[in-house]
């Protein structure tokens, strides 16, 4: 941080013009200026889960309980805080405007920042924000009092969107997961026993890395991109954790995000498949496939941005022929219905007939009209 004293003193700052009015106001020992209070928009912006979108102005508007000679705003890249520069490191964004009149000025240091200021406020605008804008901006007040400078300062700290870079990769070695990726079901069911070289169940473990984003991303699982099937709700089959991973940056402003997502190759597993994702788990190839997806979602709903990795699983197993297919279980199914339908509809209608309770249970039943009561008897009748 550094107070351009000798320009001020000069009455230029880089150009700047200190006005005579400011000037005269330190002759008459007025008091120096405080910063009363500053305003920040868009509203939100001082919330990580909420930082300014790109292609929006970003403004800080601070007010001073008196006239000032000066108006300073400086700020330091994220990933250069705690970094060693010189006094006039260009690493340093700082813009400096003289107090008095109404005016504005473009920032040398960056051509997205205008400066502002008044008799008792200052302020900047800054144009498309862009990560590297996150972080705390100090403003300086300050006076030329005899060759002295009194200031006072006051730091605003805002998030800008920083869009993620998502990867798949294997949580033990960190390495990045390619488009395929190979696991075992190790039980032969067929005889019975494991497969030959394995004592157990494969555990998978992987874990879905979003690196650098703000706001935090929220991430989610899914198979074949079924999202009414959320893997989070599998707690008996996926073990699911989110949570801080690398930190970039001495502050802790970049940051990744990680879903740690586990589960074990077992008879669950399987039948967790073939029942909510109609896989099926026993061809006759010995091999089957799914996509297992990373949802990643930053704000809400995906407000600032959304992206999917994935990869194709490829689960190996030794084929059990003694097992029966779906289709064919499902065939069984069927038949055996069909024929207890057709038993309950022939013993109802054994039953009606020995009731005589429908109309075929009187053969000897004849038809008369019943008109006929109602007829006088003909004189042949008497």
């Known amino acids: ?50 930082p300014a979108k790109t292609n929006t102005v970003i403004e800080f508007q601070c007010r001073t309980d008196t006239e000032f000679t000066f108006c300073q705003f400086q700020h330091l890249n994220p990933l250069d805080v705690g970094q060693s520069y010189s006094a006039n490191s260009e690493a340093e964004i700082d813009c400096t405007i003289a107090g008095g009149e109404t005016q504005s000025k473009n920032c040398p240091d960056d051509s997205r920042i205008t400066m502002t200021s008044s008799l008792t406020s200052c302020g900047i605008r800054i144009s498309n924000p862009t990560p590297e804008d996150t972080g705390k901006w100090t403003l300086i007040v300050g006076e030329v009092k005899n060759t002295q400078v009194q200031s006072t ?47 157990g169940f494969e555990r998978i473990e992987i874990q879905c890395n979003a690196r650098y984003g703000r706001p935090i991303p929220e991430i989610t699982w899914t198979i074949n991109r079924d999202e009414r099937n959320e893997l989070h709700s599998q707690n008996n089959i996926f073990t699911i954790r989110d949570g801080t991973g690398d930190t970039h940056d001495a502050t802790g402003y970049i940051k990744d995000w990680v879903s740690e997502f586990s589960f074990e190759v077992n008879e669950e597993f399987m039948a967790y498949l073939a029942e909510t994702h109609s896989i099926d788990v026993n061809p006759e190839s010995g091999e089957f496939t799914f996509d297992l997806d990373c949802i990643v979602d930053q704000g809400t709903n995906g407000e600032y941005n959304s992206e999917r990795v994935n990869t194709r699983v490829n689960v190996k197993r030794i084929y059990n022929s003694n097992a029966m297919k779906g289709t064919t279980i499902g065939m069984i199914v069927g038949i055996v219905l069909a024929v207890l339908i057709a038993i309950v509809v022939v013993l109802v209608l054994v039953f009606a007939k020995a009731t005589e309770r429908w109309c075929f249970a009187d053969d000897e039943y004849q038809y008369r009209d019943p008109q006929e009561k109602r007829r006088p008897h003909s004189q042949a009748q008497r």
């Not at 941080?1 to 008459?28: C, D, N, W, Y």
């Not at 405080?34 to 001082?46: F, L």
């Not at 997961?177 to 004592?199: A, C, K, L, Q």
Request: net charge negative; hydrophobic share 35%.
């Open 1 to 50: 941080m550094r107070i351009l004293l000798p320009f001020l003193l000069a009455g230029v700052t880089s150009g700047v013009h200190i006005s005579e009015k400011a000037l005269s106001r330190q002759k008459r020992g007025m008091g120096r200026a405080n910063v009363q209070a500053c305003t920040v928009t868009p509203i939100g912006i001082e919330d990580p889960a909420t």
């Open 153 to 199: 300062s006051k730091i605003i700290e805002v998030y800008t969107y920083n869009q993620t870079e998502v990867m798949l990769q294997e949580k033990r070695s960190e390495i990045e997961i390619s488009n395929t990726y190979d696991i075992w079901y190790n039980f032969d069911e067929r005889r019975n026993e494991w497969r030959d070289g394995t004592s």
